[in-house]
Nanobody, 124 residues
Framework: HVQLVESGGGSVQPGGSLTLSCAAS????????MGWFRQTPGTRRQALAV????????DYAASVKGRFTIYQDNAKNTLFLRMSRLKPDDTAMYYC??????????????????WGQGTQVTVS
């Protein structure tokens, strides 16, 4: 079992920036897809950005492409989400997640099965 712990959330003014971190308690064996999601009360969780831990291009939701950047430090088992030009609509609970993908592509549509507890981001 792996634990994911997010940090870096907080309050920021519109147009500002934040960087979220997600520390994994251990390395998942095999090919792994890592991602960031967000959710507001009463809505479905939205996949924002995913990246294959082995490297390669990231996949972004249209709503954050060009403003958010997902990246990782594999030596530290840590995933990041750099968020810039934040808008009030970006206010949500942000979660990181992971899933073994074996021979498949890392995709926002994957059924992620390891989740962190979330970190709140408020833009106002």
């Amino acid at each position: 079992h792996v634990q994911l712990v997010e940090s870096g959330g907080g309050s920021v003014q519109p147009g500002g920036s934040l960087t979220l971190s997600c520390a994994a308690s251990r390395i998942l064996n095999g090919r792994v897809c890592m991602g960031w999601f967000r959710q507001t009360p009463g809505t479905r969780r939205q996949a924002l950005a995913v990246i294959d831990r082995a490297g390669g291009a990231a996949d972004y939701a249209a709503s954050v492409k060009g403003r958010f950047t997902i990246y990782q430090d594999n030596a530290k088992n840590t995933l990041f989400l750099r968020m810039s030009r934040l808008k009030p609509d970006d206010t949500a609970m942000y979660y990181c997640a992971a899933v073994r993908i074996y021979g498949n592509l890392c995709s926002r549509n994957y059924d992620f099965n390891y989740w962190g507890q979330g970190t709140q981001v408020t833009v106002s």
